[in-house]
């Protein structure tokens, strides 16, 4: 059963600094890894998808790799704004029409 | 504007009674999904529908009942046998099931006392 751990939980960096979230999942054999970003008592906004065939997707601060060969993606978030506060969530699609959520980074940027 | 909406933000029922949760969506996508979150938690699928009339269960369906008349409507049903309701529930959308790349609602917190 596919499993998805996001290392840390938490993380508090000052504003502008750039960062790097962490995303490792179990099994291979994946259709693509979405990165989203939720708000205190929001939905999820999804920032960036790529496809198991992609090794990177760029939107604007955000770079997001996948290495579905170690398992692993990152996000990377450059010029950290406060704005940027939030809890980022990666999923993974693989089989069964399911994602697979980690439990999340909360990350606050403090001005 | 194209979308997931969800009603109502918020929910109060008392232990006992089942609660309806309305899921619209105006993207013309195919399969929709409800999806529960708990502090600490990762998202858990409840039921995914791939197209009207057809819905399949997740891993945590016990207690819940869908229904899927619509392409546009896929509302959840709490129901009473339900252990531990209290919750965050999400709903989302995708084009096809095998797409993979969902979008989501709002949200609606239930809570039941």
């Known amino acids: 059963k596919q499993e998805v751990t996001q290392i840390p939980a938490a993380l508090s960096v000052p504003e502008g600094e750039n960062l790097v979230l962490n995303c490792s999942f179990t099994?291979?054999?994946?259709?693509?890894l979405q990165w989203f970003r939720q708000d205190p008592g929001k939905g999820l906004t999804s920032l960036l998808l790529i496809q198991s065939s992609q090794r990177e997707q760029t939107s604007g601060r955000l770079n997001a790799s996948l290495d579905k060969s170690s398992g692993r993606s990152t996000l990377y978030i450059a010029a950290s704004q406060p704005g940027d506060s939030a809890t980022y969530l990666c999923a993974v699609g693989a089989g069964s029409y399911q994602l697979t959520f980690g439990k999340g980074t909360k990350l606050s940027v403090i001005p | 504007d194209g979308g997931i909406t969800q009603s109502p933000k918020y929910l109060f029922r008392k232990e006992g009674q089942n609660v309806t949760l309305s899921c619209e969506q105006n993207l013309n996508h195919d399969a929709m999904y409800w999806y529960r979150q708990d502090p600490g938690q990762g998202l858990r699928l409840i039921y995914y529908?791939?197209?009207?009339?057809?819905?399949q269960k997740g891993d945590i369906a016990e207690g819940y009942s869908v229904s899927r008349e619509k392409k546009e409507s896929f509302p959840l049903t709490v129901t009473s046998a339900q252990k531990n309701p209290t919750a965050f529930y999400l709903c989302?959308?995708?084009?096809?099931?095998?797409?993979?790349?969902?979008?989501f609602g709002p949200g609606t917190r239930l809570t039941v006392t």
């Open positions: 989302a959308s995708s084009m096809t099931v095998s797409s993979y790349e969902q979008y």
């Open positions: 529908s791939q197209i009207v009339n057809d819905f």
């Open positions: 099994d291979s054999a994946i259709y693509n």
